[in-house]
Protein backbone atom coordinates (compact mmCIF):
# COMPACT_ATOMS: atom_id res chain seq x y z
CA UNK A 1 0.00 0.00 0.00
CA UNK A 2 3.04 2.16 1.00
CA UNK A 3 4.85 1.78 -2.37
CA UNK A 4 1.27 2.41 -4.15
CA UNK A 5 0.78 5.56 -2.57
CA UNK A 6 4.47 6.83 -2.75
CA UNK A 7 4.47 5.58 -6.43
CA UNK A 8 1.20 7.69 -6.94
CA UNK A 9 2.60 10.56 -5.40
CA UNK A 10 4.87 10.49 -7.91
CA UNK A 11 2.92 9.87 -10.75
CA UNK A 12 0.41 12.84 -9.55
CA UNK A 13 3.80 14.99 -9.80
CA UNK A 14 4.61 13.74 -13.10
CA UNK A 15 1.65 14.23 -14.59
CA UNK A 16 1.20 17.58 -13.83
CA UNK A 17 4.40 18.61 -14.97
CA UNK A 18 3.68 17.07 -18.19
CA UNK A 19 0.41 19.37 -18.34
CA UNK A 20 2.27 22.36 -17.39
CA UNK A 21 4.96 21.58 -20.74
CA UNK A 22 2.00 20.94 -22.46
CA UNK A 23 0.60 24.43 -21.29
CA UNK A 24 3.68 26.37 -22.02
CA UNK A 25 4.36 24.79 -25.56
CA UNK A 26 0.96 25.66 -26.36
CA UNK A 27 1.38 28.93 -25.15
CA UNK A 28 4.83 29.66 -26.94
CA UNK A 29 2.63 28.85 -29.92
CA UNK A 30 0.38 31.30 -29.44
CA UNK A 31 3.02 33.93 -28.65
CA UNK A 32 4.59 33.11 -31.67
CA UNK A 33 0.94 33.88 -33.49
CA UNK A 34 -0.08 37.32 -31.48
CA UNK A 35 3.77 38.63 -31.93
CA UNK A 36 4.53 38.40 -35.23
CA UNK A 37 1.44 37.61 -37.52
CA UNK A 38 0.10 41.25 -36.80
CA UNK A 39 2.91 43.12 -38.91
CA UNK A 40 1.33 45.36 -40.75
CA UNK A 41 2.87 47.17 -43.97
CA UNK A 42 5.43 49.47 -43.89
CA UNK A 43 4.70 52.79 -44.97
CA UNK A 44 7.55 53.66 -48.34
CA UNK A 45 9.58 56.33 -49.34
CA UNK A 46 8.17 57.87 -53.10
CA UNK A 47 9.85 56.53 -56.39
CA UNK A 48 11.97 58.33 -57.75
CA UNK A 49 11.21 60.71 -60.97
CA UNK A 50 14.32 59.72 -63.84
CA UNK A 51 14.07 61.74 -66.50
CA UNK A 52 15.49 59.48 -69.82
CA UNK A 53 15.87 62.57 -72.27
CA UNK A 54 17.85 61.26 -75.22
CA UNK A 55 15.48 62.13 -77.70
CA UNK A 56 14.69 59.73 -80.69
CA UNK A 57 15.09 60.28 -84.20
CA UNK A 58 12.76 63.16 -85.27
CA UNK A 59 10.18 62.09 -87.44
CA UNK A 60 9.69 64.70 -90.24
CA UNK A 61 12.36 67.64 -89.83
CA UNK A 62 13.94 70.46 -91.22
CA UNK A 63 17.10 71.10 -92.01
CA UNK A 64 19.55 74.22 -92.97
CA UNK A 65 22.56 73.57 -95.07
CA UNK A 66 24.80 76.85 -95.22
CA UNK A 67 27.63 76.85 -97.39
CA UNK A 68 31.29 78.67 -96.68
CA UNK A 69 31.30 80.56 -99.76
CA UNK A 70 34.65 82.18 -98.97
CA UNK A 71 37.61 81.88 -100.93
CA UNK A 72 39.44 79.12 -99.75
CA UNK A 73 37.08 76.67 -100.21
CA UNK A 74 37.46 77.26 -103.82
CA UNK A 75 40.79 74.62 -104.21
CA UNK A 76 38.09 71.81 -102.70
CA UNK A 77 36.04 72.66 -106.90
CA UNK A 78 38.79 73.42 -108.60
CA UNK A 79 40.56 70.07 -109.03
CA UNK A 80 40.89 67.92 -112.17
CA UNK A 81 38.70 65.18 -111.14
CA UNK A 82 35.39 65.29 -108.93
CA UNK A 83 36.78 65.90 -105.27
CA UNK A 84 35.18 64.29 -102.34
CA UNK A 85 33.81 67.64 -101.12
CA UNK A 86 32.09 68.04 -104.71
CA UNK A 87 30.92 64.13 -104.61
CA UNK A 88 28.94 65.30 -100.92
CA UNK A 89 27.21 68.41 -101.89
CA UNK A 90 24.54 66.86 -103.66
CA UNK A 91 24.35 64.32 -100.76
CA UNK A 92 24.16 66.62 -98.41
CA UNK A 93 20.02 67.09 -99.76
CA UNK A 94 19.87 63.26 -100.13
CA UNK A 95 19.84 62.43 -97.03
CA UNK A 96 17.78 64.61 -95.34
CA UNK A 97 15.27 62.95 -97.67
CA UNK A 98 16.01 59.25 -97.55
CA UNK A 99 16.50 59.90 -93.90
CA UNK A 100 13.56 61.63 -92.93
CA UNK A 101 10.09 61.27 -94.83
CA UNK A 102 8.83 64.89 -95.32
CA UNK A 103 12.33 66.54 -94.64
CA UNK A 104 12.62 69.56 -96.04
CA UNK A 105 16.08 71.22 -96.88
CA UNK A 106 16.48 74.63 -97.34
CA UNK A 107 20.08 75.93 -98.59
CA UNK A 108 21.94 78.83 -97.87
CA UNK A 109 25.59 80.53 -98.13
CA UNK A 110 27.55 82.64 -95.97
CA UNK A 111 31.08 84.63 -95.90
CA UNK A 112 31.08 88.02 -94.71
CA UNK A 113 27.07 87.90 -94.69
CA UNK A 114 24.14 84.82 -95.54
CA UNK A 115 21.97 84.62 -98.46
CA UNK A 116 19.41 82.19 -99.40
CA UNK A 117 20.50 79.72 -102.19
CA UNK A 118 16.68 79.08 -104.30
CA UNK A 119 16.03 76.21 -105.70
CA UNK A 120 18.82 73.71 -107.15
CA UNK A 121 21.02 76.49 -107.08
CA UNK A 122 23.36 74.79 -104.05
CA UNK A 123 24.65 72.94 -107.08
CA UNK A 124 26.57 75.44 -108.06
CA UNK A 125 28.69 74.91 -104.75
CA UNK A 126 30.42 72.29 -106.41
CA UNK A 127 31.48 74.87 -109.50
CA UNK A 128 34.33 77.62 -108.89
CA UNK A 129 32.19 80.74 -109.75
CA UNK A 130 30.01 80.19 -106.50
CA UNK A 131 32.89 81.26 -104.39
CA UNK A 132 33.59 84.11 -106.39
CA UNK A 133 30.84 86.68 -104.62
CA UNK A 134 33.43 89.66 -103.36
CA UNK A 135 30.13 90.33 -101.12
CA UNK A 136 30.43 86.98 -99.00
CA UNK A 137 34.30 85.90 -99.86
CA UNK A 138 36.18 87.39 -97.73
CA UNK A 139 35.66 86.69 -94.10
CA UNK A 140 34.00 83.28 -92.68
CA UNK A 141 31.33 84.78 -90.27
CA UNK A 142 29.90 81.32 -88.92
CA UNK A 143 29.00 83.46 -85.54
CA UNK A 144 26.22 84.79 -87.97
CA UNK A 145 25.47 81.62 -89.04
CA UNK A 146 24.46 80.94 -85.37
CA UNK A 147 22.69 83.76 -84.53
CA UNK A 148 20.71 82.80 -87.97
CA UNK A 149 20.34 79.10 -87.09
CA UNK A 150 16.65 77.79 -85.00
CA UNK A 151 17.42 75.34 -82.80
CA UNK A 152 13.75 73.24 -83.79
CA UNK A 153 16.28 72.79 -86.75
CA UNK A 154 18.95 71.02 -87.92
CA UNK A 155 21.58 73.24 -89.05
CA UNK A 156 24.87 71.48 -91.36
CA UNK A 157 27.58 74.18 -91.47
CA UNK A 158 29.84 73.13 -94.28
CA UNK A 159 33.24 74.98 -93.84
CA UNK A 160 36.75 74.60 -93.69
CA UNK A 161 36.80 75.69 -90.42
CA UNK A 162 39.59 78.00 -90.50
CA UNK A 163 39.30 80.39 -87.32
CA UNK A 164 41.62 82.79 -85.68
CA UNK A 165 41.72 82.40 -81.80
CA UNK A 166 39.11 85.37 -81.27
CA UNK A 167 36.75 83.43 -83.89
CA UNK A 168 37.30 80.12 -81.64
CA UNK A 169 36.53 81.75 -78.76
CA UNK A 170 33.39 84.16 -80.16
CA UNK A 171 32.14 80.50 -82.13
CA UNK A 172 32.58 78.54 -78.99
CA UNK A 173 30.56 81.07 -76.70
CA UNK A 174 27.29 81.39 -78.88
CA UNK A 175 27.43 77.82 -79.72
CA UNK A 176 27.35 76.66 -75.77
CA UNK A 177 24.19 79.58 -75.18
CA UNK A 178 22.34 78.70 -78.29
CA UNK A 179 22.56 74.72 -78.43
CA UNK A 180 24.50 73.17 -75.76
CA UNK A 181 22.79 74.77 -72.67
CA UNK A 182 19.43 73.78 -74.49
CA UNK A 183 20.59 69.98 -74.21
CA UNK A 184 20.96 70.19 -78.45
CA UNK A 185 24.39 68.58 -79.95
CA UNK A 186 27.32 69.90 -81.88
CA UNK A 187 28.15 67.33 -84.71
CA UNK A 188 31.77 68.01 -86.83
CA UNK A 189 32.07 65.28 -89.63
CA UNK A 190 35.78 66.13 -90.70
CA UNK A 191 36.71 64.74 -94.57
CA UNK A 192 39.62 65.03 -96.20
CA UNK A 193 39.30 66.27 -99.85
CA UNK A 194 41.12 67.04 -102.87
CA UNK A 195 42.03 70.44 -103.34
CA UNK A 196 44.13 72.22 -105.18
CA UNK A 197 43.89 76.18 -104.68
CA UNK A 198 45.21 78.94 -102.12
CA UNK A 199 44.30 78.86 -98.59
CA UNK A 200 44.25 81.97 -96.99
CA UNK A 201 44.20 83.46 -93.20
CA UNK A 202 46.80 80.90 -92.23
CA UNK A 203 47.18 81.41 -88.35
CA UNK A 204 47.74 84.80 -86.41
CA UNK A 205 49.67 86.88 -89.36
CA UNK A 206 47.24 85.42 -91.75
CA UNK A 207 49.22 84.45 -94.49
CA UNK A 208 48.49 82.67 -97.82
CA UNK A 209 49.58 79.46 -99.26
CA UNK A 210 48.85 77.93 -102.74
CA UNK A 211 48.53 74.43 -102.07
CA UNK A 212 47.98 71.48 -103.90
CA UNK A 213 46.96 67.57 -102.66
CA UNK A 214 48.88 65.11 -104.93
CA UNK A 215 48.82 62.78 -102.45
CA UNK A 216 45.24 61.20 -100.88
CA UNK A 217 47.07 61.28 -97.30
CA UNK A 218 47.71 65.10 -98.32
CA UNK A 219 43.95 66.16 -98.97
CA UNK A 220 42.42 68.90 -97.41
CA UNK A 221 39.90 68.63 -94.80
CA UNK A 222 36.09 70.09 -94.78
CA UNK A 223 33.78 69.61 -92.24
CA UNK A 224 30.16 69.50 -92.15
CA UNK A 225 29.13 71.33 -88.41
CA UNK A 226 26.11 70.29 -87.48
CA UNK A 227 23.55 71.18 -84.85
CA UNK A 228 20.77 69.93 -83.35
CA UNK A 229 19.29 67.01 -80.90
CA UNK A 230 22.00 64.31 -80.93
CA UNK A 231 19.56 61.90 -82.25
CA UNK A 232 19.69 63.67 -85.68
CA UNK A 233 22.50 64.52 -85.95
CA UNK A 234 23.85 60.97 -85.82
CA UNK A 235 21.52 60.10 -87.79
CA UNK A 236 22.06 62.67 -90.29
CA UNK A 237 25.99 61.45 -90.08
CA UNK A 238 24.51 57.79 -90.76
CA UNK A 239 22.29 58.42 -93.79
CA UNK A 240 25.19 60.75 -95.25
CA UNK A 241 27.70 57.54 -94.70
CA UNK A 242 25.35 55.55 -96.41
CA UNK A 243 24.39 57.18 -99.59
CA UNK A 244 28.48 57.57 -100.29
CA UNK A 245 30.73 59.59 -97.55
CA UNK A 246 31.64 56.09 -96.03
CA UNK A 247 33.79 55.41 -99.34
CA UNK A 248 36.12 58.60 -98.97
CA UNK A 249 39.08 57.03 -97.37
CA UNK A 250 39.64 60.06 -94.54
CA UNK A 251 37.17 61.36 -92.42
CA UNK A 252 35.94 61.24 -89.05
CA UNK A 253 32.83 61.77 -86.92
CA UNK A 254 32.33 63.12 -83.36
CA UNK A 255 29.38 64.46 -81.63
CA UNK A 256 29.54 66.74 -78.68
CA UNK A 257 26.15 66.67 -76.43
CA UNK A 258 25.42 65.51 -72.85
CA UNK A 259 24.70 61.69 -74.24
CA UNK A 260 27.31 59.15 -74.17
CA UNK A 261 24.81 56.51 -74.14
CA UNK A 262 21.13 56.36 -74.81
CA UNK A 263 20.17 54.95 -72.27
CA UNK A 264 20.64 55.65 -68.92
CA UNK A 265 22.60 52.38 -67.19
CA UNK A 266 19.58 50.89 -65.14
CA UNK A 267 19.30 47.61 -62.63
CA UNK A 268 17.48 45.92 -65.90
CA UNK A 269 19.01 42.88 -66.29
CA UNK A 270 21.67 43.88 -63.32
CA UNK A 271 23.04 40.70 -61.30
CA UNK A 272 24.08 41.43 -57.64
CA UNK A 273 27.78 40.14 -57.58
CA UNK A 274 27.67 39.91 -53.49
CA UNK A 275 25.46 41.09 -50.82
CA UNK A 276 27.71 40.84 -47.64
CA UNK A 277 25.10 41.32 -44.57
CA UNK A 278 22.67 42.88 -46.58
CA UNK A 279 19.59 41.35 -48.09
CA UNK A 280 18.15 42.25 -51.63
CA UNK A 281 14.29 42.82 -51.19
CA UNK A 282 11.44 43.61 -53.82
CA UNK A 283 11.49 46.93 -54.00
CA UNK A 284 7.83 47.27 -53.76
CA UNK A 285 8.64 46.78 -49.75
CA UNK A 286 10.41 50.21 -49.31
CA UNK A 287 8.84 52.02 -52.57
CA UNK A 288 5.17 53.47 -52.05
CA UNK A 289 2.89 53.49 -55.27
CA UNK A 290 2.89 51.29 -58.31
CA UNK A 291 6.83 51.87 -59.65
CA UNK A 292 7.54 49.66 -62.51
CA UNK A 293 11.18 51.32 -63.50
CA UNK A 294 14.38 49.64 -63.32
CA UNK A 295 16.27 52.25 -61.69
CA UNK A 296 15.64 51.14 -58.01
CA UNK A 297 16.78 48.20 -56.24
CA UNK A 298 16.20 47.77 -52.28
CA UNK A 299 17.69 45.88 -49.85
CA UNK A 300 17.34 45.50 -45.70
CA UNK A 301 20.06 45.19 -43.45
CA UNK A 302 18.82 43.19 -39.92
CA UNK A 303 19.57 44.26 -36.32
CA UNK A 304 22.90 43.83 -35.52
CA UNK A 305 25.29 44.51 -38.60
CA UNK A 306 27.80 47.52 -38.59
CA UNK A 307 28.84 47.09 -41.88
CA UNK A 308 27.28 46.41 -45.60
CA UNK A 309 28.76 45.69 -48.89
CA UNK A 310 27.02 45.40 -52.03
CA UNK A 311 28.75 44.55 -55.67
CA UNK A 312 26.13 44.74 -58.33
CA UNK A 313 27.28 44.59 -62.21
CA UNK A 314 25.02 46.45 -64.69
CA UNK A 315 24.68 45.87 -67.98
CA UNK A 316 25.99 48.70 -70.56
CA UNK A 317 25.12 48.45 -73.54
CA UNK A 318 23.46 51.19 -74.98
CA UNK A 319 26.97 53.17 -75.91
CA UNK A 320 27.20 55.82 -78.57
CA UNK A 321 29.61 55.64 -81.14
CA UNK A 322 31.65 59.00 -81.98
CA UNK A 323 30.76 61.03 -79.02
CA UNK A 324 33.68 61.79 -76.70
CA UNK A 325 36.11 59.66 -75.13
CA UNK A 326 35.72 58.80 -71.78
CA UNK A 327 37.84 56.13 -69.57
CA UNK A 328 36.67 53.56 -67.14
CA UNK A 329 36.40 55.52 -63.89
CA UNK A 330 33.19 57.06 -63.21
CA UNK A 331 32.61 59.85 -60.49
CA UNK A 332 29.57 59.04 -58.76
CA UNK A 333 27.51 61.88 -57.07
CA UNK A 334 25.36 60.34 -54.21
CA UNK A 335 22.44 61.78 -52.15
CA UNK A 336 21.35 60.40 -49.48
CA UNK A 337 17.47 60.50 -47.93
CA UNK A 338 15.85 59.41 -44.56
CA UNK A 339 12.07 58.65 -44.79
CA UNK A 340 10.25 60.49 -42.04
CA UNK A 341 6.79 59.96 -41.06
CA UNK A 342 5.36 62.93 -40.73
CA UNK A 343 1.41 61.49 -40.51
CA UNK A 344 1.07 60.72 -44.40
CA UNK A 345 0.25 57.47 -46.88
CA UNK A 346 4.03 57.58 -47.67
CA UNK A 347 7.13 58.77 -45.41
CA UNK A 348 8.67 62.21 -46.51
CA UNK A 349 12.46 62.02 -47.61
CA UNK A 350 14.69 64.18 -45.98
CA UNK A 351 18.36 64.71 -47.15
CA UNK A 352 20.71 63.54 -44.25
CA UNK A 353 24.33 63.94 -44.08
CA UNK A 354 25.15 61.60 -41.99
CA UNK A 355 23.31 58.80 -44.14
CA UNK A 356 25.46 60.22 -47.11
CA UNK A 357 28.32 60.11 -44.79
CA UNK A 358 28.12 56.64 -44.07
CA UNK A 359 27.86 55.67 -47.64
CA UNK A 360 30.30 55.10 -50.48
CA UNK A 361 30.08 53.90 -53.63
CA UNK A 362 33.32 52.95 -56.01
CA UNK A 363 31.64 52.63 -60.22
CA UNK A 364 33.50 51.65 -63.00
CA UNK A 365 33.05 50.75 -66.44
CA UNK A 366 34.25 47.04 -67.43
CA UNK A 367 36.48 46.03 -69.28
CA UNK A 368 39.08 48.60 -68.59
CA UNK A 369 39.57 49.36 -72.59
CA UNK A 370 36.61 50.29 -74.56
CA UNK A 371 34.02 49.22 -76.01
CA UNK A 372 32.24 48.88 -72.45
CA UNK A 373 30.14 46.01 -71.88
CA UNK A 374 29.89 46.42 -68.12
CA UNK A 375 29.25 49.06 -65.31
CA UNK A 376 30.39 47.96 -61.79
CA UNK A 377 28.85 48.89 -58.65
CA UNK A 378 30.81 49.01 -55.53
CA UNK A 379 29.06 49.93 -51.96
CA UNK A 380 29.90 49.93 -48.83
CA UNK A 381 28.24 50.94 -46.25
CA UNK A 382 28.58 51.96 -42.48
CA UNK A 383 25.53 50.78 -40.33
CA UNK A 384 26.57 51.84 -37.56
CA UNK A 385 26.94 55.65 -38.65
CA UNK A 386 23.92 55.37 -39.96
CA UNK A 387 21.40 58.09 -37.65
CA UNK A 388 18.89 55.22 -36.68
CA UNK A 389 16.69 52.62 -37.91
CA UNK A 390 14.89 53.47 -40.84
CA UNK A 391 14.27 53.54 -44.64
CA UNK A 392 16.90 55.25 -46.50
CA UNK A 393 16.75 56.93 -50.23
CA UNK A 394 20.18 56.91 -52.14
CA UNK A 395 20.21 58.28 -55.54
CA UNK A 396 23.62 57.53 -56.99
CA UNK A 397 24.50 59.62 -60.61
CA UNK A 398 27.23 58.36 -62.33
CA UNK A 399 29.61 60.39 -65.12
CA UNK A 400 32.46 59.33 -66.81
CA UNK A 401 36.05 61.26 -66.66
CA UNK A 402 36.26 61.87 -70.06
CA UNK A 403 39.72 61.47 -71.69
CA UNK A 404 41.40 64.49 -74.10
CA UNK A 405 40.16 64.38 -77.32
CA UNK A 406 39.89 61.52 -80.08
CA UNK A 407 43.15 60.54 -81.52
CA UNK A 408 42.28 62.47 -84.98
CA UNK A 409 41.96 65.88 -83.79
CA UNK A 410 45.93 66.60 -83.03
CA UNK A 411 47.03 64.88 -85.70
CA UNK A 412 44.81 67.09 -88.06
CA UNK A 413 45.54 70.33 -86.15
CA UNK A 414 47.87 72.89 -87.47
CA UNK A 415 50.31 74.74 -85.48
CA UNK A 416 51.38 77.78 -84.60
CA UNK A 417 55.20 76.76 -84.64
CA UNK A 418 54.27 74.75 -88.03
CA UNK A 419 53.00 78.03 -89.62
CA UNK A 420 55.85 79.65 -89.18
CA UNK A 421 58.44 77.34 -90.62
CA UNK A 422 56.00 77.18 -93.70
CA UNK A 423 55.79 80.85 -94.24
CA UNK A 424 59.64 80.54 -94.27
CA UNK A 425 59.50 77.61 -96.41
CA UNK A 426 56.14 78.24 -98.34
CA UNK A 427 56.06 74.60 -100.39
CA UNK A 428 56.28 72.34 -96.78
CA UNK A 429 52.86 73.66 -96.40
CA UNK A 430 50.76 70.89 -95.21
CA UNK A 431 47.06 71.93 -96.31
CA UNK A 432 45.71 68.42 -94.76
CA UNK A 433 45.61 70.32 -91.49
CA UNK A 434 43.37 72.78 -89.94
CA UNK A 435 44.70 76.01 -88.14
CA UNK A 436 42.62 75.75 -84.36
CA UNK A 437 40.88 73.06 -84.63
CA UNK A 438 41.82 71.40 -81.28
CA UNK A 439 40.89 74.46 -79.84
CA UNK A 440 38.13 74.84 -81.42
CA UNK A 441 36.84 71.19 -80.40
CA UNK A 442 38.77 70.67 -77.30
CA UNK A 443 36.40 74.55 -76.15
CA UNK A 444 33.55 73.03 -77.48
CA UNK A 445 34.17 69.62 -75.43
CA UNK A 446 34.98 71.41 -72.14
CA UNK A 447 31.95 73.93 -72.72
CA UNK A 448 29.42 70.19 -72.69
CA UNK A 449 31.48 69.26 -69.81
CA UNK A 450 30.91 72.38 -67.67
CA UNK A 451 27.50 73.23 -68.77
CA UNK A 452 25.50 69.75 -69.13
CA UNK A 453 28.17 67.28 -68.05
CA UNK A 454 27.25 63.73 -69.43
CA UNK A 455 25.88 60.69 -67.16
CA UNK A 456 25.90 57.64 -67.39
CA UNK A 457 23.78 56.01 -64.62
CA UNK A 458 21.34 57.18 -62.30
CA UNK A 459 20.13 54.67 -59.82
CA UNK A 460 18.45 54.73 -56.67
CA UNK A 461 18.58 52.64 -53.83
CA UNK A 462 16.43 52.23 -51.09
CA UNK A 463 17.48 50.72 -47.86
CA UNK A 464 15.01 49.27 -44.70
CA UNK A 465 17.40 49.21 -41.70
CA UNK A 466 17.11 47.60 -39.02
CA UNK A 467 18.43 48.62 -35.72
CA UNK B 1 -19.10 8.18 -36.77
CA UNK B 2 -19.32 12.27 -36.30
CA UNK B 3 -17.03 11.78 -33.34
CA UNK B 4 -13.83 10.39 -35.25
CA UNK B 5 -14.91 12.66 -38.27
CA UNK B 6 -15.17 15.40 -35.46
CA UNK B 7 -11.29 14.36 -33.99
CA UNK B 8 -10.04 14.72 -37.94
CA UNK B 9 -11.56 17.85 -38.81
CA UNK B 10 -9.47 18.97 -35.29
CA UNK B 11 -6.52 17.42 -36.43
CA UNK B 12 -6.55 19.44 -40.10
CA UNK B 13 -7.64 22.64 -37.25
CA UNK B 14 -4.27 22.28 -35.29
CA UNK B 15 -2.41 22.16 -38.92
CA UNK B 16 -4.20 25.31 -40.17
CA UNK B 17 -3.36 27.07 -37.04
CA UNK B 18 0.45 26.64 -38.09
CA UNK B 19 -0.57 27.69 -41.70
CA UNK B 20 -1.98 30.57 -40.86
CA UNK B 21 -0.03 32.05 -37.82
CA UNK B 22 2.56 29.83 -36.51
CA UNK B 23 4.56 29.78 -39.54
CA UNK B 24 4.03 33.53 -40.82
CA UNK B 25 5.06 34.51 -37.23
CA UNK B 26 7.96 31.97 -38.09
CA UNK B 27 8.35 33.98 -40.87
CA UNK B 28 8.33 37.34 -39.63
CA UNK B 29 11.40 36.39 -37.13
CA UNK B 30 13.54 35.29 -39.96
CA UNK B 31 12.84 38.54 -42.38
CA UNK B 32 14.24 40.27 -38.54
CA UNK B 33 17.24 37.74 -38.73
CA UNK B 34 18.37 36.40 -42.19
CA UNK B 35 20.79 37.73 -44.53
CA UNK B 36 20.45 36.21 -48.21
CA UNK B 37 23.48 36.98 -49.90
CA UNK B 38 23.69 37.86 -53.62
CA UNK B 39 21.66 34.56 -55.09
CA UNK B 40 18.42 35.23 -54.06
CA UNK B 41 15.90 38.14 -52.94
CA UNK B 42 14.82 37.63 -49.11
CA UNK B 43 11.32 38.05 -50.19
CA UNK B 44 11.72 35.03 -52.21
CA UNK B 45 13.71 33.18 -50.00
CA UNK B 46 10.60 33.65 -47.45
CA UNK B 47 8.43 32.45 -50.00
CA UNK B 48 10.57 29.17 -50.59
CA UNK B 49 10.71 29.11 -46.26
CA UNK B 50 6.78 29.34 -46.21
CA UNK B 51 6.15 27.07 -48.65
CA UNK B 52 8.44 24.62 -47.55
CA UNK B 53 7.59 24.66 -44.18
CA UNK B 54 4.20 24.58 -45.14
CA UNK B 55 4.73 21.36 -46.35
CA UNK B 56 6.75 19.80 -44.47
CA UNK B 57 3.60 20.59 -41.65
CA UNK B 58 1.10 19.13 -43.96
CA UNK B 59 3.40 15.72 -44.12
CA UNK B 60 3.07 15.80 -40.80
CA UNK B 61 -0.69 16.57 -40.79
CA UNK B 62 -0.89 13.34 -43.00
CA UNK B 63 0.76 11.35 -40.97
CA UNK B 64 -1.20 11.99 -38.09
CA UNK B 65 -4.37 11.10 -39.89
CA UNK B 66 -3.09 8.29 -41.13
CA UNK B 67 -2.34 7.31 -37.40
CA UNK B 68 -5.92 8.19 -36.67
CA UNK B 69 -7.53 6.03 -39.68
CA UNK B 70 -5.21 3.00 -38.82
CA UNK B 71 -6.46 3.21 -35.13
CA UNK B 72 -9.79 4.11 -35.61
CA UNK B 73 -10.79 1.43 -38.56
CA UNK B 74 -8.00 -0.45 -39.26
CA UNK B 75 -7.00 -2.65 -36.47
CA UNK B 76 -8.86 -4.33 -33.66
CA UNK B 77 -9.60 -2.69 -30.85
CA UNK B 78 -7.87 -5.33 -28.55
CA UNK B 79 -4.63 -4.09 -30.21
CA UNK B 80 -4.52 -1.21 -27.50
CA UNK B 81 -3.53 -3.73 -25.24
CA UNK B 82 -0.65 -4.33 -26.71
CA UNK B 83 0.75 -0.89 -25.86
CA UNK B 84 4.59 -1.08 -25.88
CA UNK B 85 4.03 -2.60 -30.02
CA UNK B 86 1.58 0.60 -30.16
CA UNK B 87 3.41 3.20 -28.64
CA UNK B 88 6.46 1.69 -30.70
CA UNK B 89 4.61 2.12 -34.00
CA UNK B 90 3.33 5.82 -33.36
CA UNK B 91 7.18 7.13 -33.07
CA UNK B 92 7.59 5.34 -36.09
CA UNK B 93 4.76 7.19 -37.25
CA UNK B 94 6.05 10.48 -36.01
CA UNK B 95 9.84 9.44 -37.45
CA UNK B 96 7.97 8.89 -41.01
CA UNK B 97 6.23 12.39 -40.57
CA UNK B 98 9.85 13.78 -40.45
CA UNK B 99 10.73 12.70 -43.79
CA UNK B 100 8.45 15.64 -44.60
CA UNK B 101 11.06 18.13 -43.64
CA UNK B 102 14.08 16.56 -45.86
CA UNK B 103 12.70 18.31 -49.06
CA UNK B 104 12.13 21.21 -46.95
CA UNK B 105 15.59 21.69 -45.74
CA UNK B 106 17.63 20.35 -49.27
CA UNK B 107 15.38 22.69 -51.39
CA UNK B 108 15.40 25.94 -49.07
CA UNK B 109 18.34 28.11 -49.95
CA UNK B 110 21.48 28.22 -47.77
CA UNK B 111 21.15 31.86 -47.25
CA UNK B 112 24.20 34.21 -45.80
CA UNK B 113 22.81 34.48 -42.14
CA UNK B 114 20.58 32.55 -39.64
CA UNK B 115 19.22 30.62 -42.59
CA UNK B 116 19.43 27.11 -41.43
CA UNK B 117 17.07 28.67 -38.40
CA UNK B 118 14.44 27.42 -41.23
CA UNK B 119 15.75 23.98 -40.30
CA UNK B 120 14.70 24.31 -37.02
CA UNK B 121 11.31 25.64 -38.11
CA UNK B 122 10.58 22.79 -40.44
CA UNK B 123 11.64 20.45 -37.49
CA UNK B 124 9.43 22.27 -34.66
CA UNK B 125 6.08 22.47 -37.17
CA UNK B 126 6.38 19.05 -37.81
CA UNK B 127 6.83 17.08 -34.84
CA UNK B 128 4.29 19.87 -33.32
CA UNK B 129 1.91 19.31 -35.79
CA UNK B 130 1.93 15.51 -35.52
CA UNK B 131 2.10 15.34 -31.77
CA UNK B 132 -0.20 17.77 -31.12
CA UNK B 133 -2.59 16.36 -33.52
CA UNK B 134 -2.32 13.32 -31.79
CA UNK B 135 -2.08 14.17 -28.24
CA UNK B 136 -5.08 15.88 -28.38
CA UNK B 137 -6.96 13.76 -31.26
CA UNK B 138 -6.05 10.07 -31.29
CA UNK B 139 -8.76 7.63 -31.81
CA UNK B 140 -10.05 6.51 -28.19
CA UNK B 141 -8.92 3.08 -28.20
CA UNK B 142 -5.24 4.32 -28.62
CA UNK B 143 -5.50 7.65 -27.19
CA UNK B 144 -2.73 7.37 -24.13
CA UNK B 145 -0.18 6.44 -26.97
CA UNK B 146 1.43 9.76 -27.51
CA UNK B 147 3.77 10.96 -25.01
CA UNK B 148 2.12 12.86 -21.72
CA UNK B 149 -1.49 12.41 -23.39
CA UNK B 150 -2.08 10.50 -19.92
CA UNK B 151 -2.03 14.27 -18.38
CA UNK B 152 -4.24 16.05 -21.19
CA UNK B 153 -6.57 13.59 -22.49
CA UNK B 154 -9.95 13.93 -20.43
CA UNK B 155 -12.29 12.64 -23.35
Known sequence: MKTNRSGGSFWFVNR?????????????????????SGCAKRKGLPPPEIKEDFEPVSQTLKVDVFFDATLSMRGFVS??????????????????????????VSFYKFGDDIAPLPGRAYLEAVKPAFYGDSKYNRKTLIERVIDKAQPDHLTVIVTDLFQSNADVNQLSEKLKQK????????????????????????????????????KPERNRPFYLLAFGTHADIAHYFDVLAATGVNTFPDKHELILSRHLSSRLASFSGAKLKTADR????????????????????????SKGRTKAKLIIDLRYDAALPNVMGYGSDLTSEVTAWKGEDKGGKVLVPVENAEAQKAFHVVANLLPQQTPFDKLQLRVDIEVSDLPG???????????????????????WNMRDDEIQTWHRNPHDFNGAKTYNLENFLGTLQGAVLSTTPPKVGDLHLYIQVDK | MLKPIGFMFGMIGIALIFFFFVIPGEDQLLDSLVSTGPDITLDAWRESFRYWA??????????AMVWFVWGQWVVNLNYWTKTNRTRTLWFIFLIVSLVGVVPAMYFTPAGQEWGRLSWVFYLANNLAVFYLATLFLSPSSFKYMPWGAMAVRRW
Open chain 1, 389 to 411: AGIYQYRIVLRPKPNTLADWIPL
Open chain 1, 79 to 104: TQSSSFYQQTVPLLERSVIEGWKGGE
Open chain 1, 278 to 301: VSEISSSNLVSGDYRGNHVKAFKI
Open chain 2, 54 to 63: AVSAGAALLM
Open chain 1, 179 to 214: FIANNLAIGSYAIRSQFEGSVYDVGPSAYSFGYKSD
Open chain 1, 16 to 36: RMIRLLVIISLGACLLLTSGF
